[in-house]
Nanobody, 118 residues
Framework: VQVVESGGGLVQPGGSLRLSCAAS????????MSWYRQAPGKERDLVAF????????NYADSVKGRFTISRDNAKNTVYLQMNSLKPEDTAVYYC????????????WGQGTQVTVSS
């Protein structure tokens, strides 16, 4: 199993980034996919999730209206489009895959750093 994030980097406040998460080794189209983030000294928090078919999404209040999660099951990839970035969005962003029926089957990526600074 592999879950690999990419697309992080340094961006100015108000800018945009698009994160990608490429998965392999499991039936991607059956899994709920999520993005989490962890800032220094803080807990890892849920940013957004998307159901297996992409029919439903949910966002943390802090990112609603600015971030969009999407997925391409043909490419085994989930995305996080981040617009109007703020310094408080600075964190390591992690991709998460959760089995739809077995709650203990969870896969994590290694994370990608997003830094919002002028």
């Amino acid at each position: 199993v592999q879950v690999v994030e990419s697309g992080g980097g340094l961006v100015q406040p108000g800018g945009s980034l698009r994160l990608s998460c490429a998965a392999s080794g499991f039936t991607f189209s059956r899994y709920v996919m999520s993005w989490y983030r962890q800032a220094p000294g803080k807990e890892r928090d849920l940013v957004a999730f998307i159901t297996s078919t992409g029919g439903s999404t949910n966002y943390a209040d802090s990112v609603k209206g600015r971030f969009t999660i999407s997925r391409d099951n043909a490419k085994n990839t989930v995305y996080l489009q981040m617009n109007s970035l703020k310094p408080e969005d600075t964190a390591v962003y992690y991709c998460n895959a959760k089995h739809p029926l077995i709650s203990t089957v969870i896969y994590w990526g290694q994370g990608t750093q997003v830094t919002v600074s002028s």
